[in-house]
């Protein structure tokens, strides 16, 4: 078995220690990029079946689109929201309501949030009622609503950013329930069949209960004691092992 303080152990020894302190320094602590499912019914009509809001958000055994939270690719401080409804050039997106950590933000955030071409934002844009926001009579409660102006059959989906002045938003802070803990968001689909993908003159609340695309888990990132203890320990390694070296060539001379 290899000394672990001899000479020929001392540069193995460093870089295991160098990697161990590097990779725990900057190990990413959370997700870029999750997209839920709009899997889940609270009002309207799917096929002969109607619903009315409540207590639940029904789940009906397909999928009305994907919402996408991920960070911004270029600020990093903003978050973008991507919404991609079932099938082409077929319906809108009328309001959606998002939910957040409630221990990151309140009713005094001031959220902003501009839409990417060719998307708009309507006269109200964002509107935040932390735990008041009830979809379609959904009765669970989330934190934001927002209100595009421009989407409809020939640009179903939408794409806009969202940002907090002075403040790094993270796609991970978006990531929680309603006060029921079914939902993490809800979209309002116009221009709505009685089928997902399918074009007509209703509308549909449908919320998303799963995820299509969930994010990665969250590497470890130790406090910052234990890495500077790494940092002390291999310090005092690298001590020790000089010391013993000096002392073996000098009892060689005597």
């Known amino acids: 078995m290899k000394n672990l303080f001899s000479a020929s152990a001392v540069p193995s ?23 839920y499912n709009l899997d889940c019914v609270i009002s309207g009509t799917v096929g002969t079946k109607t619903y009315s809001g409540g207590n639940t958000c ?10 996408t939270i991920k960070d911004n690719a270029t600020d990093a401080k903003k978050v973008d929201v991507v919404i991609d409804l ?5 319906n809108k997106i009328q309001t959606f309501d998002l939910n957040y950590d409630d221990t990151k933000f309140n009713n005094n955030t001031l959220f902003q949030i501009s839409a990417a071409s060719p998307y708009a934002m309507g006269s109200n844009p964002i509107t935040v009622k932390e735990n008041q926001q009830k979809p379609g009579g ?10 595009p102006s421009s989407t409809g059959p020939t640009n179903d989906g939408f794409t806009a950013t ?4 002075n403040f790094d938003l993270n796609a991970a802070y978006f990531n929680s329930q309603d006060t029921l803990n079914q939902i993490y968001a809800a979209v309002h689909i ?15 609340w449908v919320g998303a209960s799963s995820y299509y695309q969930a994010p990665p888990k969250p590497k470890y990132v130790p406090e910052p ?5 790494l940092a002390l320990f291999a310090l005092g390694a690298l001590g020790l092992i000089k010391k013993r070296n000096s002392l073996h060539k000098s009892q060689q001379h005597c």
């Open 138 to 147: 959904y009765q669970g409660q989330l934190d934001l609503e927002i209100n």
């Open 162 to 165: 969202i940002s907090v002045n």
């Open 225 to 229: 004691k234990t890495t500077v203890a």
């Open 13 to 35: 020894f460093l870089a295991a220690t160098a990697v161990i302190i590097s990779s725990s320094a900057f190990s990413p602590a959370n997700a870029a990029s999750f997209t």
């Open 190 to 204: 116009g221009n709505y069949g009685n089928n997902p993908g399918e074009s007509g003159a209703n509308s549909i």
């Open 86 to 90: 079932a099938g082409t050039n077929k």
């Open 58 to 67: 029904a789940k009906v055994d397909t999928s009305f689109g994907t919402l």
